[in-house]
Nanobody, 123 residues
Framework: VQLQASGGGLVQPGDSLRLSCAPSGFTFDYYSVSWFRQAPGKEREGVSCISSTDGITYYLDSVEGRFTISRDNAKTTAYLQMNNLKPEDTAVYYC?????????????????WGKGTQVTVSS
């Protein structure tokens, strides 16, 4: 049972990236999915999440309007579309899943974590 995050890269300010998160050994049917990020020297912070049942989403204030979390209809992959990226978005991004109906960005509340994918925004 694991999660695989992918899609990171080096981009310029204003560019876009789409991160993907795919589960292995389970599906997202009964799991809420969250994205976190951790910049060098900083604590891991929750960026966004999507609830398993009704698809309600949550966003960190600093990414609201720029990032969009989603999942495919089969709930086999979750995505984080990141538009208008800024240098302060530079971090390692992690996806995580929790077997709860309402999503959260509580680091301690996740059941599964994926390995991170590096996002670097620099001119």
């Amino acid at each position: 049972v694991q999660l695989q995050a992918s899609g990171g890269g080096l981009v310029q300010p204003g560019d876009s990236l789409r991160l993907s998160c795919a589960p292995s050994g389970f599906t997202f049917d009964y799991y809420s999915v969250s994205w976190f990020r951790q910049a060098p020297g900083k604590e891991r912070e929750g960026v966004s999440c999507i609830s398993s049942t009704d698809g309600i989403t949550y966003y960190l204030d600093s990414v609201e309007g720029r990032f969009t979390i989603s999942r495919d209809n089969a709930k086999t992959t979750a995505y984080l579309q990141m538009n208008n990226l800024k240098p302060e978005d530079t971090a390692v991004y992690y996806c995580a899943a929790a077997g709860v109906p309402i999503c959260s960005i509580d680091v301690g509340g996740m059941d599964y974590w994926g390995k991170g994918t590096q996002v670097t925004v620099s001119s």
